[in-house]
């Protein structure tokens, strides 16, 4: 949290997060959420959560792809709450059974969500029987009667539980990660050293923010060197994949990250007339990880994108796991596969 709040005093403003979406006709539409104003989002956020006197108790955050996580995620670890993201459920009885045997398990007794979803959880809490037991925070409602000046930062410790991080569940019921603040310092530090990133490193990404990659190599990390992320969400990105590299081009990304099937996606979807306007030379570091790396994959994408500037040496190969915050090991930088 004080590596943060350092960023925050050296850049403010200067550094952001930029969520990009696209409107009829394929234009771009930005969200800018700057480092100052995330923090003063955060604090704000962090005094209400102070309020109900949730320290050290878990908080589970669901939220859509977009810039309100954020302040959400950060508002926990400056009040000490414990997050624990998840993913925004569909109104079915097997993903909300998944939420449920996270709150289960984690003894939530608040859920953090956007105003367009607070009425949707707060329906469904009362139709499973929760309502009362948890509760649901609106964290984009009007904050106006809340002074971020008031908040002073809890002591923290390097085991201090940052937050959680659950397993998708497929094979079993969802198992918590604890990830505390020394593991991500650990790992911020590691990523970075893998990475060489700096204050002037520009993510591009797509992952979203409640898996490991997403969100400790993708959201974290920026707020780790002081650097800005563009990102979209999945669904945008699966439907037009080329998007992930007009982005790249726009705002000359320098890293990116993703599973071996978003590569794949690219190489089916991405016809030569798309490839018109398109450059990657930007790029320093193509991460692939999260699922087994197929070398077809990285040889393909090589000859398919050389014309636009992507080069053999971006590659860099990865693997992880939450249970160790997120890297493991990765192919060293400028080394390629």
Known sequence: MSLVRENVREHGDGRSFTFVSEEPGRTYRENVLGFAELDRRARALACRLEARGLRDRAVLLLYPEGLAFLPAFLGCLYARVVAVPAPLPDLDAERFGRTRRIIED??????????????????????????????????????KDVDPGEWSPPEFGPDTLAFLQYTSGSTSDPKGVMVTHGNLLCNGEEIKRRIEGTSDTVGVGWVPHYHDMGLVGQFLQPLYLGCRYVFTSPITFIKRPVLWLELITRYRGTITVAPNFGYDLVLRRVNDRQMDGLDLSSLRVAKNGAEPVRAATLERMTERFAPVGFRPEMWMPCYGMAETTLLISAAPSAAGP
């Open 106 to 143: 984690a003894d939530v007794t608040l859920i953090l969500t956007d105003t367009a979803h607070r009425d949707k959880i707060d329906g469904w809490l009362a139709q499973s029987g929760l309502k009362g037991r948890v509760h649901c925070l609106d964290t984009e409602a009007d904050q």
